[in-house]
T-cell receptor, first 113, second 113 residues
Framework: GENVEQHPSTLSVQEGDSAVIKCTYSDSASNYFPWYKQELGKRPQLIIDIRSNVGEKKDQRIAVTLNKTAKHFSLHITETQPEDSAVYFCAASKTDSWGKLQFGAGTQVVVTP | EAGVTQSPTHLIKTRGQQATLRCSPISGHTSVYWYQQALGLGLQFLLWYDEGEERNRGNFPPRCSGRRFPNYSSELNVNALELEDSALYLC????????????FGEGSRLTVL
């Protein structure tokens, strides 16, 4: 089955700097890659997703890149703010089982003022 | 518009008892998913109902089962509770085919003593 690895497990950045989280996946048939943000005690919230027919997607300060050949995808957060502090999860699934997301272990991001 | 609603928010049980968790999807969403998030861990797929029919099951014991209802709401039942069943149980919903991504509820925190 699919296996998703996520790095780093913790990331501390100064406010205003950029943060990058990387994930690799094992199943070449995977074609949907969402990212979720989970604040302490809150629900995971979908912040951005990408499908395998594109290599990059951007939404304001966040962007996701996908390298299908290398089977890895990354989340980029620019101009980080304290409210970006949370646990971020990457995930992967494929067309015939889009709801069966395989999640990474998560990255605790701490943005210090 | 109301999001995914789950009840109860917290549930305390003892070993051997049974727990029932409930989920109502976002209006218009016909796919419902259940995930387990143990403390400090990522999300593990449990169960998926698509258009009311069971579509996929994760690798969890048979004492964990689900029900779905004509209005696309769902229940997750865990029988013969064990200590390791203590976790946050998250329900998510989506439009048919996963269009737009999965949206999670706030979860039900199950504690087994």
């Amino acid at each position: 089955g699919e296996n998703v690895e996520q790095h780093p497990s913790t990331l501390s950045v100064q406010e205003g700097d950029s943060a990058v989280i990387k994930c690799t996946y094992s199943d070449s048939a995977s074609n949907y890659f969402p990212w979720y943000k989970q604040e302490l005690g809150k629900r995971p919230q979908l912040i951005i997703d990408i499908r395998s027919n594109v290599g990059e997607k951007k939404d304001q300060r966040i962007a996701v890149t996908l390298n299908k050949t290398a089977k890895h995808f990354s989340l980029h957060i620019t101009e980080t703010q304290p409210e970006d502090s949370a646990v971020y999860f990457c995930a992967a699934s494929k067309t015939d089982s889009w709801g069966k997301l395989q999640f990474g272990a998560g990255t605790q991001v701490v943005v210090t003022p | 518009e109301a999001g995914v609603t789950q009840s109860p928010t917290h549930l305390i049980k003892t070993r051997g008892q049974q727990a029932t968790l409930r989920c109502s999807p976002i209006s218009g969403h016909t796919s419902v998913y259940w995930y387990q998030q143990a403390l400090g861990l990522g999300l593990q797929f449990l169960l998926w109902y698509d258009e009311g029919e069971e579509r996929n099951r994760g690798n969890f014991p048979p004492r964990c089962s689900g029900r779905r209802f004509p209005n696309y709401s769902s229940e997750l039942n865990v029988n013969a509770l064990e200590l390791e069943d203590s976790a946050l149980y998250l329900c998510a919903s989506s439009q048919p085919g996963g269009t737009g991504g999965l949206f999670f509820g706030e979860g039900s925190r199950l504690t087994v003593l």
